[in-house]
C-alpha cells in the first residue's frame, strides 16, 4: 500500500478534530475496503487531499484532520479507529 493511501485509510477513519481530546466517531463506520478497492473513489480522495480536485464533506473534514493525526500518531483515535487504521 503507497504512503497516500495509507493515509487515507488513516484518515478516513478520524476525519474531525474535536475540541475534546479525540476524534470525531461520526466516520467511524465508512467502508474503508470499498474506499481502497475502488480507483475512482481513491483517486478522487487523493486529488482532495493534494488540493487538485473537489472535494466531499469527507474529504475537507480528511484535510483538516490529517496533519494532526499524522504529528500525534493517532493518540486522539478510539479503539475503532485504531483498528481501522491498521487496514
Known amino acids: 500500500m503507497n504512503l497516500l493511501s495509507a493515509l487515507l485509510l488513516f484518515t478516513s477513519v478520524a476525519y474531525v478534530v474535536s475540541e475534546e481530546s479525540s476524534y470525531t466517531s461520526?466516520?467511524?463506520?465508512?467502508?474503508?475496503?470499498?474506499?481502497?478497492?475502488?480507483?475512482?473513489?481513491?483517486?478522487?480522495?487523493?486529488?482532495?487531499?493534494?488540493?487538485?480536485g473537489s472535494c466531499t464533506a469527507e474529504g475537507r473534514e480528511l484535510k483538516k484532520t490529517l496533519p494532526d493525526a499524522l504529528k500525534r500518531g493517532c493518540d486522539k483515535c478510539n479503539p475503532k479507529q485504531k483498528k481501522l487504521r491498521k487496514k
Not at 467511524?28 to 488540493?51: A, H, V
Request: aromatic residues 8%.
Open 26 to 52: 461520526k466516520y467511524d463506520n465508512i467502508d474503508i475496503d470499498r474506499i481502497l478497492g475502488n480507483d475512482r473513489i481513491l483517486t478522487n480522495y487523493i486529488k482532495c487531499m493534494m488540493d487538485q
